[in-house]
């Protein structure tokens, strides 16, 4: 019982015992974001190393100990509070199939996350001087232009566009086009394509030859022709970007900045949350604030506003 996402480190079945590995694997499977089962199943991993007992004699004082020395090896504050809520989530599943009676990671307190204290975005000039600076007369530069095109405009998320394939994008026989694709954690869904993302999209497939299949943005490097058509890892997605910001701006940015750069643009421009919300294929609009953080407090306009309508002097 044992996989590339195994919540069960390597040598430890034995000494777990099967109960709780089908335990362990069925509360993986549960989770519909890939990225969420991988970063669980090392969370859950690392705690069953370090604690060096037997799950189900895991006490709340072993969880607090976990915590405490995550912390003391420089761990962020975001990191100690992800591995905890795995810790509690794979807790209650065991309590729900009757393992244990006690969560033992229940009510362990969890370190403060300031969300997105470490968000970087570009304002409309900078994104434009980044566009500039990419130069549209190679297949990398093709490439990299319609990547950038396709974050700003529709804020994609990175695995999104890592994971674009030439047969997600569809003709809807007017002269538009409608993207299949799944956003992190949900169901397949469609939404339009802005002409621009279309044009240049088309302009990078053109130049290779416009193939009928297999991802949108691929590796263009002397290995190619014995390698053959590769699609661009995310971590290459994340190199090009770190590239063309730091020669186009004179800092490295992340591909998330480029989605925070369509969210404050869009707010700009509409004003309207859940416009915004749904461009960035957000469930809740609480997530959607928390990338809008850094938009001007507007309360004191409208409180003005307020004190004009009741004729306050």
């Known amino acids: 019982m044992s996989n590339a996402l195994s919540p069960v480190p390597a040598g430890a079945l034995s000494t777990i015992g099967d109960e709780w590995a089908r335990a362990a694997f069925a509360w993986l499977a549960n989770f519909q974001s890939e990225r969420t089962r991988t ?98 007369d190679s297949l990398v530069g093709l490439r990299d232009y319609a990547i950038v095109v396709c974050m700003f405009t529709m804020g994609l998320r990175l695995a999104e566009v890592a994971g674009l394939q030439i047969g997600d994008l569809r003709d809807r026989g007017d002269g538009s086009s409608e993207l299949r694709y799944r956003p992190k954690g949900g169901e397949e869904q469609s ?35 014995m390698r053959g058509t590769t699609g661009l890892s995310r971590e290459a997605i994340r190199l090009l970007v770190a590239r063309r910001t730091l020669a186009a701006l004179g800092r490295q940015l992340n591909p998330h900045a480029l989605r925070h750069t369509a969210a404050g643009v869009a707010w700009d421009v509409t004003h309207d949350l859940r416009k915004v919300q749904h461009l960035l294929g957000h469930s809740s609009a609480t997530t959607t604030e928390r990338y809008l953080h850094r938009r001007d407090d507007e309360r004191g306009t409208l409180g003005d506003a307020l004190a004009v309508a009741i004729g306050a002097e």
């Open 39 to 136: 970063t669980y199943a090392a969370a859950w991993g690392d705690f069953l190393k370090r604690v060096g007992k037997h799950p189900g004699g895991v006490t709340q004082g072993d969880v607090i100990a976990y915590r405490d020395t995550l912390s003391e090896e420089g761990k962020s504050a975001a990191t100690v509070a992800m591995r905890l809520a795995a810790l509690g989530s794979f807790y209650a599943h065991a309590r729900r199939v009757r393992l244990v009676e006690d969560n033992p990671a229940r009510d362990v307190k969890r370190p403060k996350v300031r969300a997105y204290t470490a968000a970087r975005w570009l304002t409309r000039g900078e994104a434009a001087a980044l566009l500039a600076g990419i130069e549209r």
């Open 191 to 225: 939404r339009p394509v802005p002409a621009a993302v279309s044009r240049v999209v088309r302009a990078y497939l053109a130049a290779r030859g416009d193939p009928d299949s297999g991802p949108v943005f691929v590796a263009h490097d002397r290995a190619l022709a």
